[in-house]
């Protein structure tokens, strides 16, 4: 129990890294999913195109991880690489070689997709954040470690971690010793270091500096840091470069010669940019356009890389970034290319995408969660998708004014509404540990634009047979965290329900002004909710609203019935009534369903709903599934 809660022991403080659990790797998975949320809302922030910045994020986030792996290889591993072409099974890290790697990645990258040099600041404050949660998990697994002190500041670990395992080999612990010597607490110096270059950039994001300076002097200070830091790391929590070496008198770690070198560097190009910037006009943002061919060109390149780098390249964590990005990628180029032009699928565009879906899903394969295994084992889930709809508004409103207050008869106005996005939900699920059923912790990440065409309408008339394109375009973001939980109740065959409470945060909707201005009413938070009661497998009825995607753009509430056509969770089929703001008639009919592709791993999720008029919505989405054993 001593080792399951942070505590503090005069002088030292003792560290629950008790053996057996995987905390490195929890926080590593926290960390990517961190790093790559921010740069996706950063990205969204500064206007650049969704699909050309996932592939970018793709990009530089594959040859990061092959980066911390290939700086750390050691000689022997390095022959094995070059002379056989089979990956050594080594599972050594350092976040310089992953660095080194996404700036090359991001220089070669750069030109063609159409960003300017501000594309490297987007870079810093999510990197900052990233390794705020990623030190945490070095302080809880007893990697990257420092030498022995005798401050009140150390840090104890128990048997069995790195520190103590270490002291024992050389006899600095006698045995059965019930805990380490104290140690500097350097994976807390970092943390330290990496929260105080945040909070610079943070306070000076407000000033007008040339592309790319933000992310040199965030690399000269870490690098800076990262060299004093060294003086106090024990060389044996060192991955690369820890033996000593001594020039001209001074006796430093090759890794502290490297900073030596680089950080000053890439402190003096930040200052030079600066002194430049003084003296020429200032370059704004370049914002890139969308290029579905180079995005395709460079999945596949992608896809080449992994398919020859063998089975100990990456990690089942790994892979799973790598294979959410590829397919999130694949998915939105084929959305786009389907509904390239307005109301109007063309399913031949879309042949390229699939097929590259598919061979992600081969050469990034890993054992799948079947259907024999959901109901006992945890898995991952991604689903990425698109959705898209058109509705329209009619409102009558009163002008106001005069000396009876009212400003002359009622103005009617018809509003149309034409809405498309693109994003996805990653969500855990684990097995309940009393009965049968699961639990789901997700966040979904939508985003896209609205078209709104606003006309005067004759009272008592039609209302609008065209939608002019001279209407105003509108941005739309959904972040959406959700719980969901699904129980049977009476044994595997027997009555069950599931509730999913969640929330719908951003720019959501722009419905029709109440007041008859020009300013549209913008949604902001809206809930996300979804009851079903019933017997699963044969027949069950489901309440819902702002269920996933159905927030944006149009929030829309259903009424259906469903079943699980003899399966709880492997397959559905959902029908019944859909309703949301359409004016007058709010009502739509709807069909949704849930399936599997044999045992690829892969489920399809299509959606539609219709007033067969000018109402409709449409999505579709892909889901993989991946166990976490």
Not at 70 to 87: C, D, N
Not at 309 to 331: H, N, Q
Not at 577 to 586: F, G
Request: glycine content about 12%; some cysteine.
């Amino acid at each position: 129990m001593a080792n399951s809660l942070l505590f503090i022991t005069a002088p030292t403080w003792a560290v629950p890294a008790a053996t057996g659990h995987d905390f490195y790797t929890l926080f590593y998975v926290l960390a990517f999913a961190l790093n790559l949320g921010l740069l996706v809302w950063e990205g969204h922030r500064r206007g650049y195109p969704l699909r050309t910045w996932l592939v970018v994020l793709a990009c530089t986030t594959l040859s990061f991880i092959l980066g911390t792996k290939l700086l750390a290889f050691s000689a022997p591993e390095w022959r094995q690489l070059v002379h056989t072409g089979h990956w050594p099974d080594s599972g050594a890290r350092t976040v310089l070689g992953g660095a080194v790697a996404g700036t090359l990645t991001l220089l070669i990258l750069r030109r063609p997709f159409g960003f300017s040099w501000h594309v490297f600041d987007v870079f810093t404050l999510p990197m900052c954040a990233a390794m705020l949660v990623q030190c945490l998990g070095c302080v809880l697994t007893g990697c990257c470690f420092g030498e022995l002190t005798s401050g009140t500041w150390g840090l104890i670990y128990p048997p069995g971690t790195l520190p103590y395992l270490w002291q024992a080999s050389r006899g600095l612990l006698p045995p059965g010793a019930a805990q380490s010597l104290p140690i500097h607490p350097t994976q807390l110096y970092t943390l330290g270091l990496c929260a105080a270059v945040g909070a610079m950039l943070v306070l000076t994001r407000r000033r007008v500096w040339p592309g790319g300076s933000r992310r040199l002097l965030h690399l000269g200070l870490l690098l800076s840091g990262r060299f004093l830091i060294e003086f106090w790391r024990d060389p044996a929590g060192e991955q690369v470069g820890a033996t000593l070496h001594t020039h001209a008198g001074l006796a430093l770690k090759q890794v502290q010669w490297a900073l030596l070198l680089l950080a000053p560097l890439a402190l003096a190009g930040w200052a030079l940019l600066l002194r430049r910037a003084r003296r020429t006009e200032f370059r704004p943002e370049r914002i890139p356009g969308q290029h579905s061919g180079r995005n395709l060109l460079a999945v596949a390149a992608l896809l080449a890389l992994t398919a020859g780098l063998g089975p100990y390249a990456l990690t089942r964590p790994e892979i799973l970034v790598v294979k959410t990005l590829l397919l999130t990628v694949l998915v939105l180029e084929g959305g786009a290319l389907l509904f390239r032009s307005a109301g109007t699928a063309q399913p031949a565009r879309v042949a390229l995408p699939l097929g590259l879906a598919t061979v992600v899903l081969v050469l990034t394969s890993q054992a799948p969660a079947d259907s024999a295994r959901l109901d006992g084992s945890s898995y991952y889930s991604f689903t990425p998708g698109f959705v898209a709809g058109s509705y329209d508004q009619d409102k009558l409103y009163t002008p106001s004014g005069g000396c009876s207050g009212s400003g002359g008869p009622p103005v009617r106005t018809g509003y149309y509404h034409e809405y498309r996005a693109m994003g996805g939900e990653f969500a855990y699920v684990r097995p309940s540990r009393h009965r049968p059923g699961r639990t789901s912790y997700g966040l979904g990440v939508w985003a896209g634009r609205e078209y709104v065409n606003a006309q005067l309408l004759t009272p008592g008339g039609p209302f609008l047979t065209a939608s002019p394109r001279d209407g105003r375009y509108n941005g739309l973001l959904d972040i959406n965290p959700y719980l969901e939980r699904d129980r049977l109740l009476n044994g595997r065959y027997g009555f069950g329900y599931g509730l999913r409470l969640g929330l719908h945060l951003g720019e959501l909707a722009h419905l029709a002004p109440s007041q008859g201005t020009s300013d549209f009413d913008r949604v902001r938070v809206l809930p996300d909710v979804k009851l079903w009661l019933g017997v699963r497998r044969l027949a069950f009825a489901q309440i819902d609203a702002g269920a996933g995607p159905l927030a944006l753009g149009n929030y829309t509430s259903r009424f259906a019935l469903g079943s699980g056509l003899g399966s709880d969770w492997r397959r559905s089929v959902l029908v019944g009534l859909a309703q949301s703001t359409h004016d007058p008639n709010p009502n739509m009919g709807f069909l949704s369903a849930s399936f599997p592709l044999g045992q690829s791993g892969l489920w399809v999720e299509p959606y539609g709903a219709t007033d067969f008029g000018r109402h409709r919505q449409v999505s579709l989405r892909l889901q993989y599934r991946l166990n976490t054993h």
